[in-house]
Each structure stands twice: as C-alpha cells, then as structure tokens.
C-alpha cells in the first residue's frame, strides 16, 4: 500500500507520520495517536460520534484520510479538556445528564463547541439542528440540549462580567 | 441514616472520565501483539457452504490465517450454541455454529475468519476468500413462511412454524357470544434494531503463564458470555475472564452470545497472540439479533357501557432463522395485553414462525411495546366506534388500587403467576393527562384546524415486568485505604449503574461516594453474576448493594463498638468513620477498622469476628417487579407530506421508589426517543429472498435532535412491596407506549377525513398513501 508523510498539529502538538494513503484520520488519531477519545459508531458520515475540528471547522474523521489533514490543525476531544478539569461545556454535559454511555459524547463536544464558538447566544432550535449531524441513542437528546443552553449562558457569564 | 444519597439526583460518577475521553470501550484496549480479524459473511439468505478457497487471501501480506469452521479449537468446531432460554413450547430448537459448518440461513451469517496485521488488511483478506455456495431457496416473510408450500428456513425441517402457544383464562368464547359489541383489528407492527452507537466489539489475549484466557466484550452478559464460552472451547470457567469495559449502549441486542465472541477467543488461543474484531456499522445490520415484524389479528369484546369482557386474537411472530433467546419476546408480549386493565376473559394464540433472516431477541421493551400497541388500538377502537373520550374508556377498565395485589390470570416470564405487585394505574393516567392538558385540547385542536392545522392526541398505558430474576451479585469489601470497594456482575451501557449502587451502598455502609472503588462487568471481580436486560438491574443489584451494605455496616459497628470500648447502639457510621455518641466521642476509620478486621497472623479474632470486613449478597427475586406509566402525545400531521411533528410529550411513570431522579429521568426520556423512533422512522427492510435493503443510517433512520422533544415526566411512586429497595425497573418503559399514544394522536389529528392506522412505522409515504384512500386530497384541494 502507498505510504505517505503526513504533518498533522493535534491539540497543539505537532505530529509527523508516514501512513498509509487510505488510513482514515480516526483511525490515525484513535491507533496511530492513541487519542481514543474519538470514537466511530458508523464509518459512512452519518452519526457523528467521529467528528473533530481541522482547522476550527468541525469534519468527519471517519470520512477523511489521515493525509488530507496534512498541515492541518486538529482538535479532538482531549484536546477541549483542561489539565485536571472540564471545561464549562463539559460542566454542563455532567450536571445536566448530558450523557449516558458516552459513546456519541466526544462527537457532540466537539460539535458544540463549534456552534458556541459560533453562536453564543443560541436558541434550543439552533442546539437542535446544530446537532442533526449527531446521533445519540441513549439520551433522547433532552439532557444535551439543556446541557449546550445551560453552557452558552455560563460561557457569557464568564465572557461578560 | 440519614437520606443525603438515596432518592437524590446525585451526579454521575462515570462522567468525568467519558466527557474528556478517557472512557475505555474495547477497541480503545491496546495489548501489544494484537491481530486483527474480519469475518467472511454469507451474501446468500439461503445456501449450502460447499467449498472455501482460501489462497487468493492468504497470498496477501499481513495475513495471518484463515479459518473455517473445521480449524477451530475445541466443541465449537461441531456443537452449535446453546439455547439460553428453553421452553417446551418449543418445536424446532435451532441455535447456530460459530462457523457455518454445511447450510446457511441468512444473509450475514458467518462463514470463515480472516485473522491479518491490520483491520484493513483483514477486510482486504476477507473480500478475496472465494467460497462456494450452492442457493438454496429463501423465505424472508413470516406470513409466506407458516404455509406449507413455503421453502424451508432450514431444509430438513418439516416446517417452518418453530413453536405455538395459547395464554388464556376465562371463558372467552362465553363473552364474545354474548358482548354487546365485539370490535377487530389488524395490527401490523416492526421494532427494528438495537443500534447502540458503539458496534459489538471483542478482544481476546490468552496468557500461557497463568493459563487464563481473558475476553473483553462490549456485551451486556459477561458472566453469561464466560459460560457460554467456556462450554464452546471445552475449559474450566475459572481460567476465562470477562469483561464488559465501557460500552457505548446495549439496549438489548448485546445482552446475546454471539458467533464472533466465541470465535475470536479461539483463535487467540489458537494463534497464541491477542486478536481483535471490531464490528463494523454494516456487520450490525446484518448480523446483530434485531426484533421484528409481529402480525396481531385481535378483537375486543366490550358491553354497553365499553368495559371489557374479553379479548382474543392470534399473534403471527418473525423470530428469524434461529431462536438464541428462545421465545421469550413473543412470549412477553402474549402475556403484557391485559396491561393495566381488568380483562375478565382472554385468550391470545402464538405462532412463531422461523425465516431466512438474522435472529430476533429482545429489543428495550422486549415485546411489550407491540402487545401494548395492540390494546391501546382495540380501546381506541372501542372509544371511536361507542363516541366516547379516549381517557374515559380507559378510567371505566383500569384495575383500581384497591385490587392490589392483583393476579390476572397467566404466567409470566419469569415463570410465576403474573401478579401486579402495586401499583396505581388511575392516578398516573390522571397525572399525565393534568401534565398534557388534555382537558383543553379539544379547544386547541379546533383552533388548530381554522388555521388549517391538523393536531392530535393520544394515550398509552402500560404495565411492565422488569426486575426479573435469577438474581445478581454485590460484594462490599472495606479496605485499609479506608476505601470502600464494590463489585457486581451487574453491568453498564449508560444507566450509571455505578453511579446508582454506589448512592446505596454510601448510604448504608456511611462512607463518602467519592470513596467507593466500583467494578462492574468483570467477570474477576465476582463469582456469580446475569447482567443487564429486563430493566433489572437497580431491582436486583440494588437490592443485593442494599443487603451487602447492611451487612457490612453491621461489621463495621461490631468491631467500632469493641475498639471504642462502647455499646454497639452507640456507633454512628459517617464519611467513613465510627464515632462514638458517648464519652468524649471517640472515633476510628474505615481504614483502621479494616485494617484491625485482617487480625493478627497467628492470633485467633475475638469471639464474633468475621475475617475483614466484607459481605457478599445475591437478591432473588420472588417474581418480577410491575413498573407501569402513560404516556401522552400530541402531534401535528402536514397533510400534505405526511410529515409528522411531535408537538408535546408527556410521561407519568412509577418505577416504585426512584433511586436516582437524575437517572431515571434519562432512561425515561431516553426510551421515549426509542419509541418514537419505532412509531415513525425504523424500519429494517428484507426484501422477499430474505436481502436486508436497509444496511446504513442513511437507509434506516434514527430519531435525531430534532424529532425529540424534551418530555415532560412525573413520577408516581408506588413502593414494589416485594423487594427492599421498594424499586421497580425503569429502563425501557419509556420505549413501552410510544408507539400506541403517537400513532393513536396521528389518527386523531386526522379524523376529519376517517383515516385509521394499525401499523408502525407509520411513514410520512404511508400517512399520505391512506389520505389519498380516504379522499382527503379532493377535499383539501377542493377547500
């Protein structure tokens, strides 16, 4: 199989590879990286549990190869939690029942963390059709919708004194 | 003891480590030396396996082997797997090899192993094994094959009918002959899959040291999957070990043995390195159990004043082409018509019927979603057909709390007189329709409908039996750190099962719940252990976390008392320390009483004194415990593409005492997603050879955010007498009457153009299909 060299900055830290050309980006996060806080639940671009930011923008790495990201900025699950702590969107997750088996979780993470970025003052329907793009089966999503509303309010709260 | 744990919406134990990504579900364990293996699947629903050439894959670099089902190690080689869930009903007991060994019977079923470096290389590897099939003809509906000109699922069988039973009671012919009104429907109904967001998932490692050959599985079951296991490979159960890490979902299809968790440890042992298989989103659809077609022709005798006098009918049940789990789905579903209703007479023939596709087992519900479908359609029935209110018909048949404990007449699952331990059907029904405001609906309906809006409201009631038995396991265990370790063959999918038996546990051993160490879902950990289905878990774990604290919290006074030189009465356990309530309140840890509980090598302990301080307690229950609820919808239909939107939910439930608000709640909402996904949008199509159609998420849908809304859920707590905990189950009521309240809103949100439905899923395709019947599009282009 072909191999090429592949310079990937994940979480702020810079990673030089040769990987074969078809290796997805999940699989070299998850096995190449060991940063399995990404997870795959469907590996056709459907529910999302994959998603990660490459360059700030919110992709499917089970839809994308490892060398596409080449020179790319990579942001995955670890990468939103701080040293020793959560993060006010990870508070939220946890005091809101934002999650039950916390397969689909890393993917919903990221994906909030980008419409947040994005839109901090955001109505539930915008939560709820940010997050079509993201399946969860446990949770009948109503914890998660509370948890992103109950987040954007604590990260005003803090931007906004 | 005071209530700071039990009862409160303590936060999840589980949470920090699954929101910053270090959960550990089973591809996510890296051993060194891990192979990888992909499976050779039948594309045939019916063949006969004639030959397996395998070079053009071996030719391959990076592969290691391939195996069919003559290279496996021990029994499994011949011996199919057991069948978990007997019953003499039963006529044709078929359970599958790991390995095809001669005829195949569905589309998916596995042939041989590929064993390479990489899981991609594997999958490369498994594309070149050429096998050759001999075809053989397939029946894929259940309807097509209870005939005897039918083809034969499996091709010695006389026939296709795989068991038949009746559960009856009552003199049911007597009251149909006489009732003032007999109504019949015809039900169609479809559960779909499972679909955990994580696939299955195995990885094995024997290790020649110690002998002992360790297994971790994304399954419900381990302790049930180390016995069937260890039955498969010919060795002792104590040199297997498994282990259900964090697993992303079950929702029932995990709680199976399936073919790949024998093979994959075989081949471990085989090979001598560990070996991994990681289900793909495909594999699911072809090869994890699903719950499917039930075919229910039913009637309902009602006087004239529409209390029921009886009901009756047959139920047509599609169980696929082997019965792993037995019959116990349509079994569950016979015996959970009369829910919560007095049914004097009642009479329901089963036929299950074998076909050329994937097994059914239980799926969250497990039957009772379709039996509950079925009676909610007949009382709607009755209500349109006598011009009554909906709630009304209901409140005239509803057991009355005074009848408690009530026996309706059958035997259930579990294998004892179905008896309603508690419970108090009225008031939850009048709790969610207060909820819904169903008193003022008729108002917003009509002004709905001058504004060419078409909205609907329905009821679901039900009555479940969860907390099923034998039993399961929890062992306490002080140690020296103070600590307080808990292990259970409970498992955890997302019902923060830890999170739960520690809140028990906390509250009767008198330590911090930051300071419980929890094992759960190893089979190490625990001699005995069932797992996670039939919303049994906080019923039987808890009751077990409950009696083992006890226990312990004795142990721990007893030697408090003898320390502090104080009477046992005067010991209080708190935060993980004894204190004395006299003198100048002296105190001692946890830590040093465990330490205290080793004794003295050599030294006998005092009179009295268990060895450390540790118990172990396994409930069992007497019979299940009957959780029920109603539930509410309230829906807007467009006519136009009969789209349908899900305007209010509303769910009162009474899972007995409610352990953890937080928690439950989640379930709740959680089966309310479910449910909603089974009335609308599931639907796992074969095509009449038995070809699965719908093999990806963009083919069979699930509810997404925004077909979900947030539910609003009261609690009615009647406590379950029966158990200590006072707790009923809570997992899959949600998914429970879903269904039977959506499409009885969508009906009604329809009704003025006549349409009736008895099917799910009802498709917006399907709603349009029966407007244009109905001549609804004449009137509305006309209007």
Redesign the interface.
Same mark, same amino acid.
């Given at each position: 199989?072909a191999k090429q060299p592949t310079r990937v900055i994940v979480n702020g830290k810079a990673h030089a590879r040769i990987v #074969?050309s $078809? &290796?997805t980006l999940a699989d070299f996060l $998850?096995h190449e990286l %060991? *940063?399995? %806080?990404?997870?795959?639940?469907?590996?056709?671009g459907?529910?999302g549990?994959c998603t990660v930011l490459v360059d700030g923008r919110t992709a499917r790495s089970c839809l994308m190869f490892a060398v596409q990201a080449h020179g790319c900025e990579v942001t995955?699950? #670890?990468g939103l939690?701080p040293d020793g702590a &959560?993060s006010p969107l990870?508070q939220a997750?946890?005091?809101n029942?934002g &999650?039950?088996?916390?397969?689909?979780?890393?993917g919903i *993470?990221v994906t909030l963390t980008e419409l947040l970025r994005e839109n901090p003052h955001p109505t539930e329907q915008d939560? $709820? #059709?940010a *997050?079509?793009g993201? *399946?969860?089966?446990?949770?009948?999503?109503?914890?998660?919708?509370?948890a992103a509303l109950d987040a954007a309010q604590r990260m005003r709260e803090t931007r906004e004194p | 003891m005071g209530a700071k744990h039990f009862g409160a919406r303590v936060?999840?134990l @589980?949470? !920090?480590a699954?929101?910053?990504?270090?959960?550990r =579900?089973v591809?996510?364990v890296?051993l060194p030396g891990t192979l990888h293996a992909c499976f050779v699947r039948s594309p045939y629903a019916h063949a006969r396996l004639k030959a397996i050439d395998a070079k053009p894959a071996l030719a391959l670099p990076g592969v290691h082997g391939v195996f069919a089902a003559d290279d496996l190690p021990g029994p499994m080689r011949r011996e199919p797997m057991a069948m978990l869930t007997p019953n003499p009903s039963i006529a044709a007991p078929r359970t599958q090899h790991v390995l095809a060994r001669d005829e195949i019977c569905y589309v998916g079923q596995t042939v041989a192993v590929v064993v390479a470096d990489s899981r991609?290389i594997a999958e490369d590897a498994a594309a070149a094994v050429a096998v050759d099939y001999e075809t053989l003809e397939a029946v894929g509906d259940c309807r097509d094959a209870i005939a005897e000109s039918s083809p034969r699922t499996h091709s010695d069988l006389a026939s296709n009918v795989a068991a038949t039973f009746r559960l009856t009671y009552g003199d049911v012919d007597a009251v149909f002959a006489s009732a003032a009104h007999v109504f019949e429907e015809e039900i169609w109904q479809h559960r779909g899959g499972?679909? /955990?967001? @994580?696939?299955r998932a195995v990885l094995a490692s024997h290790d020649p040291v110690s002998d002992m050959l360790t297994v971790w599985s994304a399954t419900q079951t381990p302790h049930i999957g180390r016995r069937m296991l260890a039955d498969l490979l010919g060795r002792e159960l104590e040199a297997i070990r498994m282990i259900a890490p964090?697993?992303?979902?079950g929702?029932g299809p995990k709680a199976i043995f399936y073919p790949e968790e024998a093979v994959i440890p075989g081949l471990a042992l085989k090979l001598g390195r560990p070996v991994k298989w990681i289900e793909?989103?495909r594999e699911h659809f072809l090869c994890a159990t699903q719950e499917r077609d039930q075919y229910w022709d039913v009637a309902i005798a009602v006087d004239a004043e529409a209390k029921i006098l009886g009901v009756r009918g047959r139920l047509l049940h599609d169980s696929g082409a082997f019965l792993p789990w037995g019959i116990i789905m349509p079994y569950i579903a016979a015996a959970t018509v009369p829910g919560p209703y007095v049914v004097p007479a009642y009479q329901i023939d089963t036929i299950v019927a074998l076909t050329n596709k994937v097994p059914t087992t239980p799926v969250r519900g497990a039957g009772r979603p379709q039996a509950v479908f079925a009676m909610e359609r007949l009382l709607d029935r009755v209500a349109g057909e006598l011009q009554l209110d909906r709630a009304e018909v209901r409140r005239r048949n509803f057991i009355k709390p005074e009848q408690m404990p009530y026996e309706v007449g059958l035997v259930f699952r579990d294998g004892k007189p179905l008896i309603y331990d508690s419970g108090d059907y009225p008031a939850g029904q009048d709790a969610a329709l207060a909820q819904a405001d169903y008193d003022g609906f008729r108002e917003r309906q009509r002004a709905a409908l001058e504004q060419g809006r078409f909205i609907g409201i329905g009821i679901g009631n039900y009555v479940e039996g969860t907390g099923l038995g034998p039993f399961e396991g929890v062992t306490v265990r002080v140690l020296p750190s103070g600590k307080v370790a808990v292990a259970t063959g409970a498992t955890s999918?997302?019902?923060?099962t830890r999170t739960t038996l520690a809140q028990i546990v906390a509250e009767h051993v008198g330590c911090r719940i930051d300071d419980i160490v929890m094992t759960v879902g190893d089979t190490a950990a625990i001699a005995q252990g069932v797992g996670a289905f039939a919303s049994r878990q906080a019923v039987n774990a808890g009751s077990s976390a409950l009696l083992a604290g006890q226990a312990v919290r004795g142990q721990l006074i007893a030697l408090a008392a003898r320390v502090l030189g104080v009477d046992p009465g005067d010991v209080d356990l708190e935060d993980g320390n004894a204190i004395a309530a006299t003198g100048n309140k002296p105190m001692i840890s946890f830590g040093e009483l465990a330490r205290l509980a080793q004794g003295i090598p050599g030294v006998s302990l005092p009179e009295g004194q268990a060895a450390g301080l540790e118990h172990t307690a396994y409930y069992t229950p007497s019979q299940a415990a009957y959780c029920s609820g109603t539930h509410v919808a309230e829906v807007e239909v467009d006519a136009m593409t009969g789209g349908v939107q899900i305007l209010r939910y509303t769910v009162a439930h009474d899972s007995g005492r409610v352990i953890n608000p937080?928690?439950v709640?989640?379930q709740v909402?959680?089966?309310? /997603?479910?449910g909603i996904g089974n009335a609308l949008l599931e639907w796992m199509q074969y095509d009449d050879n038995g070809q699965p159609l719908t093999t990806? =998420? /963009?083919d069979y849908l699930? !509810?997404? /955010?925004?077909d979900?809304p947030?539910?609003a859920i009261t609690h009615v707590e009647t406590v379950n007498p029966l158990n200590p905990l006072g707790a009923k189950g809570a997992g899959e009521g949600?998914a429970i009457p879903g269904p039977a309240a959506i499409i009885a809103a969508i009906e009604d949100a329809l009704s003025p153009f006549g349409v009736h439905f008895a099917e799910t899923p009802l498709t917006p395709e399907r709603i349009v299909a029966a407007l244009r019947a109905a001549g609804a599009y004449e009137r509305l282009f006309a209007a």
């Open positions: 199989m #074969e $078809r &290796l $998850r %060991g *940063l399995t %806080g990404t997870h795959l639940g469907c590996e056709h459907v529910c549990a995955t699950v #670890e939690t &959560l990870q997750f946890m005091d029942h &999650l039950q088996c916390g397969f689909c979780t890393p *993470l939560v $709820r #059709e *997050l079509t993201n *399946l969860c089966r446990c949770t009948g999503y109503a914890g998660i919708v509370k | 936060k999840r @589980e949470d !920090p699954l929101l910053s990504g270090r959960g =579900f591809d996510d890296k991609y499972g679909m /955990a967001i @994580e696939t964090d697993v992303g979902g929702f793909d989103r999918q997302g019902q923060g937080l928690i709640d989640g909402q959680g089966g309310v /997603a479910h990806s =998420f /963009a699930l !509810p997404m /955010a925004t979900v947030t539910c949600g």
